[in-house]
């Protein structure tokens, strides 16, 4: 379930709980709309801690020197003339 529909139970919940006034017979309208809002607030902070988990960005490693190749000899023959 994505945050849209976690907006839309909590809105559902929120218009049966505080917009009607039915009545009906072996149903509390007022307990299942805060039951709806209960649950789309713990799928917006699921849904909210999933996101934030995906975007940590990791940072780079730091490039390996060879240390072989890092140090010339300024001989002349190190360059690979006159081998």
């Not at 809002?37 to 995906?54: D, N, P, Q």
């Amino acid at each position: 379930m994505g945050l849209g529909g976690c907006i839309i139970l909590i809105a559902a919940g929120a218009i049966l709980t505080f917009a009607t006034d039915w009545h009906m017979q072996g149903v509390n309208l007022d307990l299942v709309g805060i039951i709806l809002m209960i649950v789309g607030l713990i799928g917006v902070s699921t849904f909210s801690s999933i996101a934030r988990r995906r975007r940590v960005v990791v940072p780079p490693t730091t490039p390996v020197i060879d240390e072989e190749r890092a140090t010339h000899r300024r001989d002349g023959y190190s360059d690979g003339y006159g081998v």
